[in-house]
């Protein structure tokens, strides 16, 4: 038997409760892992209070990403004992994810934990870290080079903004970092390697069909009328890495920048992102992140913590990355 975070529906409310479960309760899947950590996101906030409509069947154990150990595998990739990393492919909104002791998934959805880096540092990094890296790699493999001019970067501040600054800089790119809290974020931004800080209002001003060229390539967490405004300023042959939707739906642009411009819009998905890449990423993000990173503020907490922080967590009184500590 092992503990796990279990939420149920009653009269359409989310309940939540630690319970202990059995192996054979998990779901099925070819690798079980003993869970070391998971993180605390807003969207596990989202459903472990019910608030937004993230569960998709219930019972449900949540937890977008966890880290841990194989305990058992059929599939010949993984052998007990070998330390992996999850992150994505729906676990914990319509297959059981990482708030338990242990977890049951499909080996394809598993990625070889790199040397270099502990269950404890990849919950740190989490889905955020991995989408950051998968924005670097889709401007690299534009073409966007250090040499090819400045990047911005949307929500700098956020999780994924603050990873892409990180690796950007590191690998030598000039970096402008955008956030709604100029005046706050600046010192943080700036060590984390921004040269240069825009303040989000900047980018929320209605859009001309093409404004003056500014940026070589950009990394948006936003969407909506500031990835609109941004296209706008893209360089001739630049190219835009979306990955959010905080913004909202709609992208009220023109073809002008793509026809006039060139300009090239990738989208980023970490959740089906294709093994290669995604083992790729981690490989890259063991060796770029430097080791201040993981010193930044944050909590770890316990499984039986989880709900009260969840409640926190999306009324946003929680800052920082928020580790679950699973294993005993």
């Known amino acids: ?78 052998q007990a004992g070998d330390p992996v990393v999850l992150t994505g492919w729906g676990v914990g909104e319509n297959h059981w994810g990482g708030m338990a002791q242990q977890a049951r998934v499909k080996a394809d959805w598993l990625v070889p934990l790199p040397a270099g880096l502990n269950a404890e540092q990849a ?9 950051a890296m998968l924005c670097v790699q889709a401007l690299e493999d534009a073409g966007i080079t250090p040499e090819s001019g400045e990047i911005l970067v949307t929500g700098a501040s956020g999780g994924v903004g603050s990873v892409a600054v990180t690796l950007l800089s590191k690998l030598g790119y000039r970096v402008a970092a955008v956030t709604g809290r100029a005046a706050q974020n600046a010192a943080l931004l700036k060590q984390l390697g921004a040269e240069s800080i825009i303040e989000r209002s900047e980018l929320e001003e209605p859009a001309k069909p093409l404004e003056k060229q500014r940026w070589a390539g950009a990394i948006d967490t936003v969407g909506s009328n500031m990835l609109a405004k941004v296209l706008t300023q893209m360089d001739y042959n630049g190219a835009v890495a979306a990955c959010g939707l905080a913004g909202g739906f709609d992208l009220p642009t023109t073809v002008m920048p793509f026809i006039l411009r060139n300009v090239r819009l990738l989208g980023v998905d970490s959740v089906y992102c294709p093994v290669e890449k995604r083992q ?8 770029l992140l430097p080791a201040s990173f993981y010193q930044q503020a944050g909590q770890t907490i316990s499984l039986e913590q989880v709900p009260e922080f969840a409640q926190a967590i999306i009324k946003g009184q929680v800052t920082g990355r928020t580790l679950v500590k699973l294993s005993d």
Do not use: C
């Open 1 to 78: 038997m092992f503990k796990a975070l279990i939420l149920n529906q009653q009269d359409k409310t989310t309940q939540a409760h630690i319970g202990n479960i059995d192996s054979n309760q998990l779901p099925e899947g070819d690798v079980t892992v003993a869970v070391e950590y998971s993180s605390l996101n807003y969207k596990d906030g989202l459903a472990i209070t019910g608030a937004g409509k993230i569960i998709r069947q219930f019972p449900m154990v949540p937890g977008i990403d966890f880290a841990g150990t194989v305990i058992t595998s059929s599939n010949s990739r993984y």
């Open 123 to 131: 919950m740190f990094i989490g889905t955020a870290g991995l989408t």
């Open 280 to 287: 790729q990423a981690w490989q890259r993000l063991s060796q």
